[in-house]
């Protein structure tokens, strides 16, 4: 079965550097999430987004941003990245927002250092 | 805000034997859904178990098994007859289904409990 597709895998960046981060979703998966895991810690809840839409907000610095596109494929920018920044980035995708029901998958992650 | 907890940062099991994690979770809401997360070394996040709140039955999923008590806000997962693949971090999330819940369509994880298995 498809799963959720995270690109890169693996990022090297300076800092004050930009980053991108892609994620596609299962087929007809319509919301898309981004988690940010620290080292040794638990994933954080960054943004989501349902059909296209920005559906919520957690703790995002304002230097990122991200988008749905049309064909559900999401992107996360970090911009004047910082050494704090180093992270685990999970992509997660569901069909539907409106139900607890709906079950995330998880990509693999793409783990961004920034030195 | 929800808040969710696991109090034991390490847990070890010999192979064969059982095991069982603790997971407390805080919310005012009735309407909501559990998760165990498995997060093995490759840091892949694999479903484990899902338990929905109206749900007085335990969910279980072959070798895995949850304790869920909702007046205690407490769900536990059992892990029997381990094995050297269910080493992993594992993590409970809670996630909301009442509209304009501050945790609605989104997980919130506990801090995670590292599981080694020894052979």
């Known amino acids: 079965a498809a799963g959720v597709i995270q690109s890169p895998r693996h990022l090297i960046k300076e800092k004050r550097e930009t980053a991108t981060l892609k994620c596609y979703p299962i087929p007809r998966h319509d919301t898309v999430y981004w988690y940010q895991q620290g080292p040794g810690q638990d994933p954080q809840f960054l943004i989501s987004f349902y059909e296209k839409m920005q559906s919520d907000k957690g703790s995002i610095p304002d230097r990122f941003s991200a988008q749905q596109f049309s064909d559900y494929h999401s992107e996360l920018n970090m911009s004047s990245l910082e050494l704090g920044d180093s992270a685990l980035y999970f992509c997660?995708?569901?069909?539907?927002?409106?139900?607890?029901?709906?079950?995330?998958?998880f990509g693999a992650g793409s783990r961004l250092t920034v030195l | 805000a929800q808040t969710v907890t696991q109090s034991q940062p390490e847990m070890s099991v010999q192979e064969a034997e059982t095991v069982t994690l603790s997971c407390t979770y805080d919310t005012s809401e009735s309407d909501y859904y559990l998760f165990w997360y498995k997060q093995p070394p490759s840091r892949q996040m694999i479903l484990v178990i899902r338990q929905e709140a109206y749900k007085q039955q335990n969910a279980t999923e072959n070798r895995f098994s949850v304790n869920f008590q909702k007046a205690a806000k407490s769900f536990s997962l059992k892990i029997s007859d381990s094995q050297l693949g269910d080493a992993a971090m594992y993590f409970c999330a809670y996630r909301s289904d009442e509209a304009g819940g501050t945790s609605y369509g989104k997980l919130t994880f506990g801090q995670g409990t590292i599981l080694t298995v020894h052979p």
């Open positions: 997660a995708s569901s069909r539907g927002y409106r139900s607890g029901a709906n079950v995330l998958t």
